[in-house]
């Protein structure tokens, strides 16, 4: 088992940044692959990036591309989801979650999930 809570999430205005972490406790941190998804109110819940434990690739959704960028600190067993330039539509509640078996797009990807932390971009 692993228990993942994201933390950081805030009320920001366009234009401006935050970073999201996500703590892990349990299993060895460092063996799983980790992805950020988010969900709008009203939407589905949609990918935003992962990060790799081995060589630690990372790969993101195109809306987010050049302004979000995901790191690992696998010694404190945390992730980091910093976000800049940020827009009204990524406003969301933002999840990380983790994999042993392989990174991602998908939530089927993902065997531990997050509570969630609220972002919200104000224009």
């Known amino acids: 088992q692993v228990q993942l809570v994201e933390t950081g999430g805030g009320l920001v205005q366009a234009g401006g940044s935050l970073r999201l972490s996500c703590a892990a406790s349990?299993?060895?941190?460092?063996?799983?692959?980790m992805g950020w998804f988010r969900q709008a109110p009203g939407k589905e819940r949609e990918f935003v990036g992962f990060?790799?434990?081995?060589?630690?690739?990372?790969y993101y959704t195109d809306s987010v591309k050049g302004r979000f960028t995901i790191s690992r600190d696998n010694a404190k067993n945390t992730v980091y989801l910093q976000m800049n330039n940020l827009k009204p539509e990524d406003t969301a509640v933002y999840y990380c979650?983790?994999?042993?078996?392989?990174?991602?797009?998908?939530?089927?990807?993902?065997?531990?999930w997050g509570q969630g932390t609220q972002v919200t971009v104000s224009s």
């Open positions: 990060i790799t434990w081995t060589v630690r690739t990372t």
């Open positions: 349990g299993r060895t941190f460092s063996d799983y692959n």
């Open positions: 979650a983790a994999s042993r078996r392989g990174a991602g797009d998908s939530q089927n990807d993902y065997d531990y």
